[in-house]
């Protein structure tokens, strides 16, 4: 019998023993499963706008090489709550955000220590739609009407209609439900700023008699955006091949939350951007999306301070990724820029036989300030 009972106790703790070992290894395999999965995670806020979307995509498929660095992008509401997230949300290390946004924020102090994020670098430019019902035939008709402003359009349209001096009963609402106001006519425009084309308009066609409006430039609202341009290839329902549309549009930048420089998340980011400005040609590259080949990461954004790492590596890497500007380069940037002036002092458009005379008088004044 004592043999029995002991045979018993003997299978028990062996029992124990062996489901303790065992509970103890897929304790060790988790965590080490949740150390593998959660080693470098930068956590990326994109402002919605599909273009944010793709170039967070296009981020994590050059940099995550699933060892020591991961980027996971996180699908947030834009505008001000961005960067609202992005100093109270647990784990968000990044933002993109617009730079007027950042300016209006820090202006009005939402959040309250928004000065002190930093920026990596600077992206891609957004274009301001303002999307009207056919009866409204100029920028200047929608006074005293309601317009409804989605999106990041809540700080940019506003301020735009204000340096024209057009005032409008102002409407806010996301995206969806500003265009069924429009289409039902219970608002008179839609104003929305995503780099185009934007899938947003996608569903409307000739039959919902909606069009963009031509935005007018002038020198104040060239302070604070740059000129831009809408065409039949960005939008061919709604645009006429010989009609384009003038906007204007807003920077973009990469912001980082006010990291501790001694902490994981700081060397995670600084470990991203290392990677990222090391990586950036591939970004360049087909099939990424096309906003990067607007992207300078040597732009500075004035009024704000760089994230460190950023700042170092591009000091290190300066001389190196100074290319030099051929000359047919150099004449069109020209040729751009005449267009640019002419448009803000309301005069004609140059032929291009002008704009090459006045690059070659252009050419002949730098070579003689160089023999100077």
Do not use: C
């Not at 820090?106 to 301001?128: C, F, W």
């Amino acid at each position: 019998m004592t043999t029995k009972r002991s045979t018993v106790f003997r299978t028990f703790f062996s029992a124990a023993a062996l489901l303790l070992l065992s509970g103890g290894l897929a304790l060790a395999q988790s965590n080490t499963l949740v150390q593998r999965t959660n080693r470098g995670v930068v956590e990326l806020l994109t402002s919605g706008d599909a273009a944010s979307i793709t170039m967070a995509q296009d981020l994590a498929s050059v940099i995550d090489d699933g060892a020591t660095r991961r980027l996971l992008p996180v699908v947030g509401h834009g505008a001000v709550e961005g960067l609202v997230d992005l100093k109270a949300l647990h784990g968000i290390d990044m933002t993109i955000a617009q730079t007027d946004v950042l300016d209006y924020a820090r202006q009005h102090k939402m959040p309250p220590d928004i000065g002190t994020v930093t920026y990596i670098a600077k992206l891609h430019n957004e274009e301001l739609h303002l999307l009207a019902r056919s009866d409204i035939a100029s920028v200047a008709e929608l006074a005293g009407k309601k317009v409804d402003f989605a999106g990041g359009a809540r700080i940019t349209g506003p301020a735009v209609l204000s340096i024209l001096g057009v005032k409008v009963e102002a409407v806010f609402d996301n995206h969806a439900q500003a265009l069924k106001k429009l289409r039902s006519g219970e608002v008179a425009a839609l104003a929305y700023v995503a780099a185009k084309p934007t899938p947003v308009f996608d569903p409307l066609g000739a039959g919902d008699k909606l069009h963009f409006l031509s935005i007018p430039m002038n020198a104040a609202l060239a302070k604070a955006y740059v000129p831009a341009r809408l065409t039949a290839a960005d939008y061919p329902r709604l645009i006429g091949a010989d009609a384009p549309v003038d906007t204007v549009a807003v920077g973009t930048a990469l912001v980082v939350a006010n990291l501790q420089p001694d902490s994981e998340r700081y060397r995670n980011v600084a470990n991203f951007v290392d990677a990222f400005f090391t990586q950036f040609p591939r970004l360049q590259e087909a099939p990424h999306h096309p906003k990067w080949a607007e992207v300078n990461l040597a732009a500075e954004l004035p009024g704000w301070k760089r994230f460190p790492p950023a700042e170092a590596w591009l000091k290190r890497n300066a001389v190196a990724s100074a290319a030099p500007m051929d000359k047919a380069q150099l004449r069109e940037i020209f040729a751009k820029f005449l267009d640019q002036r002419s448009t803000l002092a309301g005069g004609r458009t140059l032929s291009a036989e002008e704009k090459d005379q006045l690059f070659n008088q252009f050419e002949r004044w730098q070579q003689s300030s160089d023999a100077r």
